[in-house]
């Protein structure tokens, strides 16, 4: 019964913190993208877009970017090539609620959750900015092939970074009693 218990409590703070912060998410979207007669991107996602560019300049390559007249996206160009477009879920904002969301469910100290949020926040955002440039400068180089890589290397890597920071947190700062309570019932 108390195996049933830690999972429910975990489940229960794993989806209440998800669809909270999904919640937060999609009002801060509706508030700040602009659909009607003129696109416009969230901030966070013209951002990303932005620091994607500086990556690339740091790189070495000319870059630039643009809002899209189209669509809810910012364009992506290298060496005056469009090589993708950053649209609202290349912000790792909805991967950085999954990873949120679990580490709360599966809390350790206050400090420790703090701490590890953060890191894992920061980490992640810039992963998605290599992942970002990554699949543009693979576009540059290999056009034909890049759909494989955008739907299942490209995502690969944010989740698996993602994953690789929940065994990290679990073996090393959540509450390890909820773990030997799982094991011993």
């Given at each position: 019964m108390k195996k049933n218990k830690t999972i429910i409590i975990f489940l229960i703070k794993f989806f209440v913190t998800y669809f909270f912060l999904s919640g937060l998410y999609s009002l801060y979207?509706?508030?700040t993208q602009e659909k009607?007669?003129?696109?416009?991107?969230?901030p966070i996602t013209k951002q990303v877009a932005e620091h994607t560019k500086v990556l690339s300049e740091l790189l070495g390559l000319d870059s630039h970017v643009e809002q899209s007249d189209d669509e809810l996206s910012m364009k992506f160009?290298?060496?005056?090539?469009?090589?993708?477009?950053?649209?609202?879920?290349?912000?790792?904002?909805?991967v950085i609620i999954?990873?949120?969301s679990f580490i709360i469910a599966f809390s350790g100290g206050f400090k420790e959750t703090f701490f590890f949020?953060?890191?894992?926040?920061?980490?992640?955002?810039?992963?998605?900015?290599?992942?970002?440039?990554?699949?543009?400068?693979?576009?540059l180089k290999n056009p034909y092939s890049s759909e494989v890589f955008h739907d299942y290397v490209f995502?690969?890597?944010?989740?698996g970074?993602?994953?690789l920071l929940w065994i990290?947190?679990?073996?090393?700062?959540?509450?390890?009693?909820?773990?030997?309570?799982v094991k011993s019932s």
């Open positions: 979207l509706h508030e009607v007669g003129v696109f416009s991107c969230a160009f290298i060496n005056n090539q469009h090589v993708s477009n950053v649209v609202e879920g290349c912000s790792s904002i909805s999954l990873f949120l949020a953060i890191f894992g926040i920061i980490t992640i955002y810039l992963v998605n900015l290599f992942r970002i440039f990554l699949l543009g400068y693979w576009y995502p690969a890597i944010i989740y970074y993602v994953f990290v947190w679990v073996k090393h700062f959540s509450n390890h009693n909820q773990l030997k309570n």
